[in-house]
Antibody, heavy 121, light 110 residues
Framework: QLQLQESGSGLVKPSQTLSLTCAVS??????????WSWIRQPPGKGLEWIGY???????YYNPSLKSRVTISVDRSKNQFSLKLSSVTAADTAVYYC?????????????WGQGTMVTVSS | QSVLTQPPSASGTPGQRVTISCSGS????????VNWYQQLPGTAPKFLIY???QRPSGVPDRFSGSKSGTSGSLAISGLQSEDEADYYC???????????FGGGTKLTVL
């Protein structure tokens, strides 16, 4: 059964770059033609889609974050990553990685447990 | 301010049927399908409904979804205490070119 696990720095200083990785286990990130997304949730608030990388390597980002976001994939390590630059306190959130359902890019059937990232000096 | 509008709260007693609405526009729900997620306290969201009214494997048939025009709806029948959670709707938005979520509805089982 496919599982996702986020990892990365839990504390990032303002203006620096947030870096997270999502390890995929129980299956190959390269099989199936799926999309792989990042979604975040500020404390006590709702969900916000950050972007996805498709099986082909193409990426699609939330327009409100596009200038600061990079999502990439490392097929040799069976993982994909998120980089968010110039962070502020508003980027403090639980960050989830998720797999696209079937060939969909807007439905997420498998989620990681989430990792809390705090932006603070 | 979320692109999709959900009531902040809903409630019901065990055994009751409750519905949660999700209001959008022509650029999202009006032209694309609605998906729903359940988030139990302190956990990651769970895939609940896709393509307006389809249940993923393992989701009880007490959960059902529908769509009409620019609005979607989630219904839960035979309400149980373990259904107490936050529920989110989501859809692709053609104008924003991305996935948009509702603000979430906190369901309380009285």
């Amino acid at each position: 059964q496919l599982q996702l696990q986020e990892s990365g720095s839990g504390l990032v200083k303002p203006s620096q770059t947030l870096s997270l990785t999502c390890a995929v286990s129980g299956g190959s990130i390269s099989s199936g033609g799926y999309s792989w997304s990042w979604i975040r949730q500020p404390p006590g608030k709702g969900l916000e889609w950050i972007g996805y990388i498709y099986d082909s390597g193409s990426t699609y980002y939330n327009p409100s974050l596009k200038s600061r976001v990079t999502i990439s994939v490392d097929r040799s390590k069976n993982q994909f990553s998120l980089k968010l630059s110039s962070v502020t306190a508003a980027d403090t959130a639980v960050y989830y990685c998720a797999k696209g359902f079937s060939s969909s890019v807007d439905a997420f059937d498998i989620w990681g447990q989430g990792t809390m990232v705090t932006v603070s000096s | 301010q979320s692109v999709l509008t959900q009531p902040p709260s809903a409630s019901g007693t065990p055994g009751q049927r409750v519905t949660i609405s999700c209001s959008g526009s022509s650029s999202n729900i009006g032209t694309n399908t609605v998906n729903w997620y359940q988030q139990l306290p302190g956990t990651a969201p769970k895939f609940l409904i896709y393509s307006n009214n389809q249940r993923p494997s393992g989701v009880p048939d007490r959960f059902s979804g529908s769509k009409s025009g620019t609005s979607g709806s989630l219904a839960i029948s035979g309400l149980q205490s373990e259904d107490e959670a936050d529920y989110y709707c989501a859809a692709w938005d053609d104008s924003l070119n991305g996935v948009v979520f509702g603000g979430g509805t906190k369901l309380t089982v009285l």
